[in-house]
Each structure stands twice: as C-alpha cells, then as structure tokens.
C-alpha cells in the first residue's frame, strides 16, 4: 500500500444486513476530494471506515500506509471532523482542544500553543472560554473544525463541515481547506452543497446507495458519458441558422430557442466537433456570440444523471 | 495555562480564563519515532491527560448523585447517632463499637454502597459515553486503547476510592466520637484502632479496584449492564449459601477474608476457611488485571454507531 494515499480495497460495510457501502476501491491522491451524494449514500459510512471509528466487513484501508487497527499511529495523521454533534460535558472550546491535544500526548505548553493556533484560524478565540455546549451551531461546527486541524494532520476528514455556517464564515473555511491542501494534504470532504464542492474540489467521488457511481474530475466525468448528450447555451443573433447548420452536420440531437431570439440550448453528443462547428459558423455567416456556455458538467448535473434515469431535457 | 499573574498584565480580561499566546510558535508534533522511543513517557502522559477529564467528569454528573447519596448516607445516620445520648450498656462497652462498624461496614458500605457505587461509577466510563455519543473524542485520539481503558479505570478508581474512602473513614470516626476524646485518642495510637481503619481502607480500595474492573467490563461488553449487576449483587448476597469452591469465585469472598474484624456468617452458612491476604489482594489485583485485559480487547474493536446502540 502506497505511503502517500488514502486507499480503500474493495470495502464493504454492512450493518446486520443493511448495506452501508459496498465494493469501494478508491485511491486518493493529496488535494481535495469531494464525497458527493444524497442521505443514505454511504459518506459517512465511508468516512467512519476511513478513520477506523467503523471496521469493514470486507476489503482493507490503508491511510499514508497505516492500516486503520492502528489508532495509535494512524491519528497522528488524520483529523476527522465528524457529524457527531456531541460533546464531553462541561467543557470550554479551550477545554476541548487542548484536552484533546493532551490525550495525543502532547506537552502542555505545545498543546496551549497549538490550541491557541486552531482556535483562532476557524476565529473562536473570543468565545474560547465559553462552555461549548452553549455555542451556536456555526460555532460548534468551527470547533470541530479546529480540533480536527488542530495536530497539523496530513489527511483532514470533513464531514458536511460546512454545515450551520454562515456564508462569511463558509468562505473563510473554504479558504482553509485549499490552504491545507496546498501544502500538500488529503482534505477529504462530504458535503451536498453541491456548488461549493464543485468550486474548490480537485476530484470528485460520487455515490449513490452504499455504491461509488463515479469519481474523478468532474468535467473528465462528463465528458466520459456518453449517454447523456452534452448542454451548450449559446446567446447569439442568429440562433436559427445556427441550428440548421448544427442538425445539417449532425452535431446536435435536439436544439431549443430561447424565446427572446437571442440564443439556443442545444444538446450534442460530441462537444469538440460541435465548437469547431460553431467558430466555422462564426466565421463563414458573420454569426454575432454573446456567450457559450456547457449548462449541464457541473457536479449536480453529472450526478442527477447518474443517479437517475432522465436522460436529461431541454 | 497562560495566566497572567498581575491585574496590570490581564489588560482588563478574567485572569482565570485561557488567553491566547501573544505569539504563537509552529509546534511540530511528535512524530511517530521519537514515540516508538519513548513509548512510557507518552503513554503517562496520554494516561494523566485521561485521568484529567474523566476526573472531572465522575465527580460532576448527574448520573453521580446517587453515589454522593450511597457515600453520605452511613455519616449521616453516625451524625445522628453522634449527636444523639447513648445507651448505658453501649457507653459501658466501648469494644462493642468495633462489632457494630463491621455490620456496618460489610452489611452496607461494602455490599451496597460500594457494590452499585462502583456499577454508577465504571459502567458509565464508557457505556455512558456511547449514550452521550461522546467516545469518538478519545477513539479519534492516537492512543493506544489499552492506555485509553487503563486511564478511564484509574480515573474511576480514583473516583470511587475518593467517595468511599473518605465515608468510611468518617463513619469510623464518627462511630467512636461519642466515646469522648481519650478513649479515641487510646483506641487510635495504643489501640487497635488505626490498623482496623486501615485495614478497612484497604478493603475498600480493593473492593473499588475488583468491582471496577468488573463493571467496567460489564458496561463494555453488554448494553444494558442493570442485569447482570443484579445478577452479581444476588451472587454476592447469597454467596455465604454456597459451596466452598463456589464461594472462592466472588470478590466478597476475598474481601471479608482481609477485614479486621470477622462476623458470624448465620446458621444456613456453609463454613469456608478465610483466605489469606496473600493470596486475597494478589488475587484480587490478578483478576482486575485479567478483566481490564479483556476490555482492552474489547475497546480495540469498538465501533462508533451510536444510531444502533
């Protein structure tokens, strides 16, 4: 097993007989990788496999080379904000880091220092000695958030962890995981805040009922399905003769008009041919191009076809 | 902790409360070498660090009252007791109260207060974190289970011999207050006095100790860890009816055998011969050891799926 990825063998989980997940074989390589799909998809399932809180019934997972019977070594790795939204009673943001930071072994003045650190990059210093069972749940969201980070790991899991948080504060935590994954670690994140993830993500794992249904870059995702014509909006003055010449040379298989006149939704099963079509278009009939956009390579729209049967309508 | 020892230096904040370092180093972390170097320092220092929060934790929760009431309830009546007169043929027969400490103390104190101080205090180490789904903290920690399980049970050790400890302690005290300051004075430095209460302390340590164990096991490896509590203190009870060889596979049984002072165990009892204390404690310990073993194992392949349990 590779020293420097996440790796999962054909896993499975099952809980009696209900299946969590089901022959996942994964290779994550550092950078952001989204874990993507709707309540009962198998995230968590997944990311509790991952960090060992949860045994598979089969396969095996290797985190940087460490399987994940080992704690011991394995935790001074990985950083799992989890969706537990439960804390031990009756301690301070304060409290909860730095005990925390203590039980990894750290010595006391190294654990205040790097408590102070994690505190204030999800900025909670102000309420870091207020009892955390009365913050908010932005605040308490953050606070995982820097227990997780808060012993530098190499692989951060996050589970919807932009959760309860307001959009200055998702922003600024956003900005944190592409910090982390710059210099060089996993930032694992579940999440269903589907834009987001497509912003920042550098791949892609979609699942679907304990099943991974694909991953990898989500435009590369796309272009691979071929069932599902490619969407391209293109606002321009002659719409209508633009599709004519796209029917004429069999790159396209439905076109819609806007109804102002100024533009078409058409859908082509081969993208490139239909680009080079266009600029010949451009050129040879003095077409005027406002815009031209794919509607339809984003994460939502990768992942309602595949979890679905609509092969997509204009 | 980053206090500020002068009013000048808070700038006006609480000096009871964290403050951040007004410059924050790059701390790298242990790396796994110079653990695997020093694997007992880091292991006492993860163990300390349990101890700190669990510690905490024993004393203040809810669940906890009834074991403030089971500790404070043989002072209370002994206050009582204290501040009420004698009786004549008791005040005339000062040796009479060692009797009545050790019906106290092995008819409650040691089989109840202790008995379900200890099912309160260890089955809530860590089935009472599962039920407040909080043990992922510890398990998302890279500590070794076994430090983990040994840092939760000493805590509660801690706990329990703190309650139970000092109760005894004080019943003992108090039993002999109305005696007046001389006879206590005699009874204490030229008496039996203060090797009965240390023996009886040590009692209690053991009985914390075995009865931790036990119940830390229990809280592990079964969910609802009422019944088999039940089961054992009916064990316990009736262990006295039982067959000599029987009798030996109890903690009472070792337990009464180093108590300083020997009841009359009642016309049904089959007679069993006491152990001796040198096998008792090193047995006790032994067995302790061998069931924390065994939790140990358990903890390792705990799953967290708080839905489910």
Redo the contacts between chains.
């Keep these: 097993m590779s020293n420097d990825t996440v790796t999962l063998d054909n896993v499975s989980k099952f809980?009696g007989e209900v299946l969590g997940v089901n022959r996942i074989t994964l290779n994550m390589t550092p950078g952001i990788t989204s874990l993507v799909g709707p309540n009962g998809a198998g995230k968590t399932t997944l990311l509790?496999l991952i960090?060992?809180?949860?045994?598979p019934t089969r396969g095996k997972i290797s985190v940087l080379g460490i399987g994940t019977?080992h704690?011991?070594?394995?935790?001074?790795k990985v950083g799992?904000c989890?969706q537990?939204d439960?804390?031990?009673?009756?301690l301070?943001g304060?409290d909860l880091i730095?005990?925390?930071l203590?039980?990894?072994?750290?010595?006391a003045k190294?654990a205040?220092?790097?408590t102070?650190?994690a505190?204030?990059k999800v900025n909670l210093?102000d309420a870091?000695?207020r009892r955390v069972h009365g913050y908010s749940k932005g605040m308490r969201q953050r606070i995982k958030l820097a227990q997780a980070i808060s012993?530098?790991p190499s692989v951060l899991l996050l589970d919807e962890p932009l959760n309860g948080l307001d959009p200055m504060a998702r922003s600024e935590v956003i900005g944190l995981f592409q910090e982390t994954a710059r210099n060089g670690a996993h930032v694992v994140i579940s999440s269903h805040i589907l834009h987001e993830v497509d912003m920042i993500s550098d791949r892609v794992i979609l699942m679907n009922n304990g099943y991974v249904v694909a991953e990898g870059d989500i435009h590369g995702v796309r272009d691979e399905m071929e069932d599902h014509p490619m969407q391209i909006m293109v606002r321009c003055d002659k719409p209508a003769l633009l599709a004519a010449h796209a029917f004429q040379q069999n790159r396209a298989v439905e076109v819609k008009l806007h109804e102002d006149g100024g533009g078409l939704v058409l859908r082509t099963r081969d993208a490139d041919q239909f680009y080079l079509l266009l600029n010949r278009v451009v050129l040879d009939c003095k077409v005027g191009i406002e815009a031209v956009a794919p509607t339809d390579d984003d994460v939502h729209s990768v992942y309602q076809y595949l979890i679905t049967n609509d092969g997509g309508k204009l | 902790m980053n206090k500020t020892p002068t009013p000048e230096g808070t700038n006006g904040r609480d000096p009871n409360h964290h403050h951040p370092p007004t410059e924050v180093e790059s701390v790298a972390p242990p790396t796994e070498e110079s653990w695997r170097d020093w694997p007992w320092a880091l292991w006492y220092r993860q163990t300390m660090a349990i101890l700190r929060l669990e510690i905490k934790r024993n004393f203040l929760g809810r669940r906890l009252i009834a074991v403030y009431f089971l500790s404070l309830a043989p002072i209370s009546l002994l206050v009582l007791r204290a501040l009420l007169p004698l009786h004549e043929s008791e005040l005339g027969n000062p040796g009479k109260a060692s009797v009545v400490f050790a019906i106290l103390y092995q008819a409650f104190t040691l089989r109840l207060a202790i008995f379900f101080g200890c099912v309160a205090i260890f089955t809530n180490l860590f089935r009472g974190e599962v039920m407040e789904k909080t043990l992922h903290y510890y398990l998302l920690s890279p500590v070794q289970r076994e430090v983990l399980v040994l840092g939760k049970y000493l805590s509660g050790v801690i706990s329990a011999i703190t309650f139970f400890g000092l109760s005894t302690a004080a019943c003992y005290f108090l039993l002999y207050a109305p005696y007046g300051w001389t006879f206590m004075e005699e009874h204490f430095t030229k008496g039996p006095g203060m090797s009965h209460l240390f023996a009886y302390l040590v009692v209690s340590l053991l009985a914390c100790l075995g009865y931790g164990a036990v119940f830390l096991g229990i809280g592990l490896y079964v969910r609802n860890p009422i019944v088999p509590a039940g089961l054992i203190l009916i064990w316990e009870s009736f262990n006295f009816l039982l067959p000599p060889i029987l009798q030996k596979i109890s903690v009472i049984h070792y337990l009464q055998s180093i108590c300083p002072v020997s009841l009359p165990a009642g016309p049904l009892a089959i007679m069993t011969e006491p152990t001796s204390p040198w096998i008792s404690v090193p047995g006790l310990l032994g067995v302790s050891i061998l069931v924390i073993l065994a939790s140990s194992l358990r903890v390792k392949t705990l799953e967290i799926t708080y839905g489910t349990d």
């Design positions: 809980y509790n960090c060992g809180l949860l045994r019977d704690p011991e070594r394995l935790f001074t799992y989890s537990f439960s804390f031990p009673k009756g301070t304060f730095n005990g925390y203590r039980v990894h072994g750290f010595p190294e205040e220092q790097m102070w650190a505190i204030e210093t870091a000695n012993h530098n």
